[in-house]
């Protein structure tokens, strides 16, 4: 095994795996879906699918290999030319009953995502919105795949630019979005016509499960779709596979890179979102309830585990206080638990080893002179084996401290103060990930420059670090995002096709009137 498939192993999100976990005899061996069947895996291993929040093991999942992913991709291209042979508007009717089913069923998808995720039941239920968003903006894809046209490039001749699908293509997500990331790419994919491979994040298989559950009720044609389990050896097997035109990812920035780079090597199109460090900015005029409340909500929802985490929050001035007391009493207020409790604020880290994690990025924090402001190092109330940490603020963190350096991928947040706009644009623009920022200010002027100079892809005014709807593109920068064309949005059918430019002309266009003179004497 290389050093890079060692560091894809370690260090991606989608495959930091925890199998100390409580065993159950019966527990069910997932299965793959290709070409349109439910089959065994030729797997290697298996791994425990478990509930963070208990520790209980939902599921055995199988890590599939080469064999595997080239057994969906073999069934993708088999049922690629009859796929993009279909006519736009058919393949858009299954886009809206998918759209359809998802409606139908957002409580029992939402109740996966808590399951094998831990986030809360609310939070979970916004996902599968999300996801029936992604469903809206695909259904317009009559629209967004219209090509151009140009009469009388030349005497006689016309030119046009059509779209046309690009194969089969795959898609490598997350266990933070079980539900939502894998539907930023499949529905653009495959209403323009592809085929399509998922390799779903191994530690949250059942939502990806149960959405091919689905695709199988609408009737999509066998091997339009496929599912393989599996974590790095699948996802090798993906970025080499030569039958896979264009690989979709999110992730770290260590794996992002290393999967642009290798699929890239490969010959495909690439799309590759890292992780990020984002920061929030408040201005001393900003409207103190409103602010803490979405810095709350921003630092702390999904327990921390978004990639569009407010994970940096820089007061400007005498922000600091105006702000202080109130998101410490805030933060202070709100619960960990199981996600399913109605109660609860913030739901488990995805797994032990994650919890580990976040203690050492706390502890280094301290010991390299953070103040903590509030511990959430051992939350109380919360349910026996699960993984829980509780809203945690440092304050007067510096940007050498390894806490502001690091993604750390939990409910932490660091605090910095400056004295003026200017210095917390240098601040935001030395981080080395531009995904999303914030401004919290009523000033007009403050929020043009900031959102002029800030060199970061996303920017919110007065609301948590915001992801883009999706009909605009989700348009990270710098190390959040490696390749040319971004996440839903128009950026998505860019993406899944490609450009075919016709320049055209006919002999006989000169004799048409006669033609339909000497026709039109006839009758």
Not at 78 to 83: G, K, N, Q, S, Y
Not at 304 to 309: D, I
Not at 417 to 425: K, N, Y
């Amino acid at each position: 095994m290389t050093t890079e498939t060692n560091a894809l192993t370690s260090e991606d999100k989608t495959t930091i795996t925890d199998t100390t976990t409580k065993k159950t005899a019966a527990t069910r061996i997932l299965s793959n879906y290709v070409g349109g069947r439910w089959v065994s895996a030729q797997a290697s291993g298996l791994l425990d699918v478990t509930n963070p929040a208990s520790g209980e093991v939902l599921a055995r999942v199988p890590l599939s290999g080469i064999a595997d992913v080239e057994g969906a991709v073999a069934a993708a291209s088999a049922a690629l030319p009859d796929w993009r042979g279909r006519s736009i508007g058919e393949r858009t009717e299954f886009i809206y009953a998918l759209r359809e089913k998802f409606r139908q069923r957002i409580d029992e998808l939402a109740a996966s995502v808590t399951r094998e995720s831990g986030k809360v039941l609310s939070d979970a239920r916004a996902e599968i919105t999300r996801s029936i968003e992604v469903l809206e903006v695909a259904c317009a894809a009559p629209m967004t795949m219209q090509g151009r046209i140009l009469e009388g490039v030349a005497r006689g001749i016309n030119t046009e630019t059509i779209r046309q699908p690009i194969g089969v293509c795959a898609a490598i997500t997350p266990f933070n979005f079980p539900a939502m990331v894998p539907m930023w790419f499949l529905p653009f994919a495959i209403v323009c016509g592809n085929t399509f491979v998922l390799k779903p994040s191994e530690q949250v298989p059942l939502t990806s499960e149960l959405m091919f559950h689905i695709f199988e009720e609408v009737g999509l044609p066998r091997g339009v779709v496929n599912l393989v389990h599996g974590a790095h050896d699948a996802v090798n097997a993906i970025l080499d596979s030569p039958g896979i035109r264009a690989v979709s990812f999110v992730g770290s920035v260590n794996t992002a890179k290393y999967i642009y780079r290798r699929a890239a090597e490969n010959g495909k199109r690439v799309q590759a979102l890292g992780g990020a460090k984002n920061y929030m900015i408040v201005m001393p005029d900003a409207v103190v309830d409103k602010t803490v409340s979405n810095v709350l909500g921003s630092a702390f929802g999904n327990a921390g585990q978004r990639c569009m985490a407010g994970s940096v929050l820089v007061t400007v001035g005498s922000a600091q206080a105006a702000i202080m007391g109130r998101l410490k009493e805030g933060a202070e207020k709100l619960i960990a638990g199981d996600g399913m409790d109605a109660k609860v604020s913030l739901g488990p880290v995805i797994s032990s080893a994650a919890c580990e994690r976040i203690h050492e990025a706390i502890e280094s924090g301290l010991k390299e002179g953070a103040e903590l402001l509030v511990d959430g190092r051992r939350p109380t109330g919360v349910p026996a084996g699960g993984n829980f940490v509780g809203p945690t603020i440092l304050n007067n963190v510096t940007p050498e401290m390894r806490v502001c350096r690091e993604e750390i991928f939990g409910p932490v947040l660091s605090v910095m103060h400056v004295d003026t706009l200017d210095q917390a644009i240098a601040l935001v623009n030395s981080d080395p990930r531009g995904n999303g920022t914030s401004i919290f200010t009523e000033n007009g002027a403050a929020v043009r420059e900031y959102s002029r100079r800030i060199e970061v892809g996303m920017v919110g005014v007065n609301i948590g670090v915001a992801a883009s709807p999706a009909y605009f593109p989700f348009s990270g920068w710098k190390d959040s995002f490696f390749g040319d064309l971004h996440v839903h949005g128009w950026d998505a059918v860019e993406f899944f096709t490609r450009k075919k430019t016709v320049t055209s002309r006919y002999f006989s266009a000169g004799e048409t009137g006669k033609f339909f003179v000497e026709q039109g004497d006839k009758h």
